[in-house]
């Protein structure tokens, strides 16, 4: 009987596991995981604890056009209630607490900005049709500075684009557009996110957690700890593995021509580093490539196809962005949002400080955040995309700053009275974050950089994962790690269902008019 292995344990993995078993008739006993880490999950990551903090380095968001993710999730029992599925948990979540926000832009002092607009010029509407309409191969090697004027990425629609999407000026045009065309359909609700869905808790407690357990369940063997450092090929001309190569002691694993092997290459959140409420993140080595990149460079040695690993981690101060996660035990927090922006706690959508030289973003999610947050006990999460620069309040750079430090900047930036502030950072415990590669998937790349998922004469080896190449859909979303396991496993098993496809609401001659009107709003 063949057997499947799988490099890594994030969600690409866990998902093509799902896959094989569901699609393919695997039995759960030949399919072999291999993490490095002593946890699963990969960047859909959560833990701590109430009395240490939590941690929580992203959190992501979902569309009902997640046709993959949804139709992976249908078929797994959710983590509250085995009858319900994975899916509906999530479709239930939302339609219990829809985002509806009222405070998307806030300008120093506390001042809610009308992002209804969007602040467009003529001119900013051009180039966004002249963007969409661009080939894309005529985009290699563009950033997004190169397709619009200065002035654009003071707009309304920019500060509420970026921080939605992690976006940053220099980062990939190509991606820019892929963004632009996968999710036009929702440019109507931009302001108010109300076409966001989350997921009930964190990404770990409702994704992984049951689909781990289900893959348990079916007898999926983890084996966690098990780093590998390079695949070798037998000789000739198609691309095949025949054995896995693991660093330190553990024994190779010799692969036979019918086995599989699936391969995540490369992670955003590789080296990530965590701070302290009174301890700033030590600064992460980044003149080597971490090991998730490293296997890729081994394997792509000599081989074209095998896209170019040195395009997404040699340019660290491109992709460097800081999270951080407050655990609170006093609700002064939640009730001071609740009171400025006029909704209630997990309904109020992201809240980015456009005057914030780290460009702030927070967020109150419904509680609880955890499963089995103890109640008293509230988590919010944030992020900069700026972390080098020198703060307002506090002068110097977010990745330089505390967890008490960066609290302290929020809670000015917001204007929030002196007597809450205290009581919120008497009461609170923060942890930032630094990610060196979190969004590397965006650096200018041009075609072939990223492999595709079953390269050009491959006979049992794919790539899956956030470097992997799908035409169409978009990169730092739990959908294109799900799309690529499933195109993975449809494509070396032969089968004849296929995945979904991307949903193209750029094709809609309806959409397209309620993106202009909304381009057009004054």
Not at 331 to 344: C, H, I, Y
Not at 435 to 453: A, C, E, K, N, W
Not at 486 to 500: K, S, Y
Not at 503 to 510: F, L, V
């Amino acid at each position: 009987m063949a057997k499947a292995y799988l490099v890594g344990g994030g969600i690409a993995a866990l998902s093509a596991a799902a896959f094989l078993i569901r699609d393919g008739g695997f039995a759960g006993g030949d399919i072999h995981v291999f993490e490095a880490q002593e946890e699963l999950g990969g960047s859909l990551d959560a833990g701590g604890t109430p009395e240490a903090g939590y941690t929580m380095r992203g959190g992501r968001m979902f569309e009902a056009q997640f046709r993959c993710t949804y139709d992976l999730l249908s078929g797994i029992p959710s983590l509250d209630d085995p009858s319900k599925s994975a899916t509906q948990d999530i479709h239930d979540s939302y339609e219990e607490s829809p985002w509806d926000d009222a405070a998307r832009l806030v300008r120093a002092g506390g001042v809610i900005v009308d992002g209804h607009t969007m602040g467009f010029s003529e001119r900013h509407r051009l180039e966004l049709v002249t963007c969409l309409a661009t080939p894309e191969r005529l985009l290699d090697g563009k950033r997004i500075t190169d397709c619009f004027e200065e002035g654009f990425f003071r707009t309304d629609f920019w500060y509420m684009w970026c921080t939605t999407f992690a976006f940053e000026p220099w980062h990939s045009a190509i991606e820019f557009r892929r963004y632009l065309k996968r999710f036009v359909h929702l440019f109507p609700e931009f302001e108010t996110m109300s076409g966001i869905q989350r997921t009930r808790y964190n990404q770990y407690d409702s994704i992984v957690r049951p689909l781990t357990a289900w893959l348990r369940e079916h007898g999926v063997r983890f084996h966690t700890g098990r780093r590998v450092a390079d695949l070798s090929f037998r000789p000739g001309p198609a691309t095949t593995v025949e054995r896995i190569l693991f660093a330190g002691a553990h024994a190779d694993v010799p692969v036979d021509p019918e086995d599989l092997v699936f391969v995540t290459n490369g992670s955003m959140t590789a080296d990530s580093v965590l701070g302290s409420h009174t301890a700033a993140p030590e600064r992460p080595r980044t003149d080597l490539s971490p090991d998730s990149f490293l296997l890729w460079h081994r394997i792509a040695r000599g081989r074209q196809d095998f896209g170019h690993p040195d395009v997404f981690d040699r340019s660290v101060e491109d992709s460097t962005w800081e999270s951080f996660t407050v655990t609170a035990k006093d609700p002064a927090f939640l009730d001071w949002m609740e009171a400025f922006t006029g909704r209630t706690t997990g309904r109020g959508g992201l809240l980015t400080l456009t005057d914030s030289p780290w460009l702030l973003t927070v967020v109150v999610n419904r509680q609880p955040v955890y499963q089995h947050q103890p109640d008293g006990v509230s988590v919010w999460w944030g992020y900069g995309l700026f972390p080098d620069a020198v703060g307002t309040y506090v002068r110097k750079p977010m990745r330089e700053c505390t967890g008490a430090e960066i609290l302290q900047e929020v809670l000015q930036h917001l204007a929030v009275d002196a007597a809450t502030a205290e009581r919120v950072a008497g009461t609170s415990t923060v942890i930032p974050c630094l990610m060196p590669y979190i969004t590397s998937q965006f650096l200018v790349r041009s075609h072939g950089d990223r492999p595709q998922v079953v390269p050009k004469g491959s006979t049992n080896l794919a790539f899956i994962g956030q470097y992997a190449e799908v035409p169409d859909d978009v990169v730092f979303t739990v959908e294109y790690s799900v799309r690529t396991a499933w195109t993975a496993v449809a494509r070396l098993l032969g089968l004849d269902e296929q995945p979904p496809a991307v949903h193209k609401g750029h094709h809609d001659a309806h959409v397209l008019a309620q993106a202009l009107h909304t381009m057009h709003r004054k």
